[in-house]
């Protein structure tokens, strides 16, 4: 017979080699396809709710080491059971049919009960590619190469869940990587939690829809780490991002003052902390802490954020607003679009929690235009951040006494 390669691209996934042997004498024909790429660095699952005929359609990559399961028949293809196959959902349930029919001429001459019963769950699998009922299809892929189409691309399918994991090591032995995941030290949680992206369910801010967070452990060079969260929801477009400290409040505070002398200190970047309050006198403005939220951005940024919020502001330069307040609100949009690179300013930062950060561009040496200075906080900061009434030390036999 005759074999034939061909390297093809599927959309939104990657490259594959799909192998197709046909012979002229008992016109046999078999189609095969294996990854052109290496195996990936996490496993894949794919969960898809079949709830229509369209569904049946969609493109399927299966590797040989993938296994397909149906939970609501119990069914499952295990890995290496099959060869790998390039088809669809509807190709999936025919080859599983075609492969329980095959010895059942012989299961009816030697055990009638056994050969009933498998008709009987081919029965259950035809009426399957038929829908009348919505069902789950699971497909669990250790290295990686699996794939299941999405007919929106690229944007969101609801009925696709598409779910990364670390293999384990009985998948990683059969995959033939036993050597490298045994001898590769346990990695410590907090090392894994810098190199990977965790992400979670929520809701969009602005228009409820279901929307996804993205969260990441980002150590700032000369000074802390910090976790950084992003929504971006697919439903209004909206887009928020917002910063957290990776750490404990500081034993004292933090008040960081930046002598703006040149347009090149718009590209310093700047953390900026729930707690952290800005103030540039120059332009007898003060920003509190709370406002803008947490922000990992640039002095730029940071004063175009500030802008925004008083353009925004519907009480302030809208319909509501009197003409003498927008006419000092307009000023001072101006006298700040010109702290960009004109005019010289002081720029302060006040963090009581002392997780507020602003770049030291003479790192590690000092920077002539930057001081940071540090100072205890007072009855009345400690009592914003809750640290009044916390006790971490000698409460133990407090409690024991009360019992």
């Known amino acids: 017979g ?25 016109s046999w024909s078999n189609t095969e396809i294996q990854s052109a790429g290496r195996i990936q660095e996490q496993g894949v699952r794919y969960t898809l709710a079949v709830t229509s005929r369209q569904d049946m359609n969609r493109e399927v990559v299966k590797t040989d080491c993938a296994s397909a399961r149906i939970p609501e028949l119990d069914f499952e293809i295990p890995a290496f059971s099959q060869k790998g196959v390039l088809t ?39 009426q399957l590619k038929e829908v009348n009922s919505p069902f ?44 490298e995941e045994v001898d590769a030290k346990p990695a410590d949680a907090a090392e894994d939690l810098r190199d990977e992206v965790l992400q979670f369910n929520t809701n969009c801010p602005e228009c409820n829809a279901p929307a ?27 887009r928020t991002n917002e910063v957290k400290s990776g750490g404990a409040i500081e034993p004292q505070g933090t008040r960081i003052t930046l002598r703006i002398t040149d347009p090149s200190d718009m590209t310093r970047d700047i953390l900026k902390s729930e707690t952290c309050s800005v103030e540039i006198p120059e ?5 509190g802490m709370g406002a803008l939220g947490g922000k990992f951005t640039t002095l730029e940024g940071l004063l175009k954020d500030i802008r925004d919020l008083v353009e925004k502001n519907p009480f302030t330069l809208g319909d509501s607003s009197t003409p003498s ?17 004109k005019t010289k300013a002081h720029f302060i930062m006040d963090d009581p929690a002392g997780n507020s950060y602003l770049q030291n561009v003479y790192a590690p040496e000092e920077d002539p235009e930057l001081s940071v200075q540090r100072y205890e906080r007072t009855f009345e900061q400690n009592e914003e951040l809750g640290l009044n009434d916390m006790k971490t030390e000698g409460y133990e036999p407090e409690v024991a006494l009360g019992r």
């Not at 307040?325 to 690179?341: A, C, N, S, Y």
């Open 2 to 26: 005759v074999t034939r390669l061909l390297l093809t691209r599927i959309p939104f996934f990657k490259e594959i080699i799909v192998s197709s042997f046909s012979c002229d004498s008992c």
């Open 88 to 126: 669809t959902i509807e190709g999936i349930i025919d080859r599983a049919v075609a492969g329980l029919e095959q010895d059942q001429p012989a299961r009816r001459a030697t055990d009638k009960e056994v050969a009933r019963k498998i008709d009987e769950f081919i029965g259950k699998l035809r």
């Open 136 to 179: 789950t299809f699971i497909l669990d892929d250790p290295s990686g190469n699996s794939f299941v189409e999405n007919p929106r691309a690229p944007q969101r399918d609801e009925a696709l869940v598409v779910a990364h994991y670390r293999r384990s090591p009985q998948q990683s032995a059969m995959l033939g990587l036993e050597g």
């Open 212 to 238: 996804s967070t993205n969260m990441k452990l980002v150590q700032i060079p000369h000074f802390k780490e910090v976790i950084i969260m992003a929504t971006n929801c697919d439903s209004c477009g909206h």
């Open 283 to 287: 332009l007898e403005f003060e920003l």
């Open 325 to 341: 307040r927008t006419g000092k609100l307009q000023e001072f949009i101006g006298k700040l679009q010109d702290v960009k690179g």
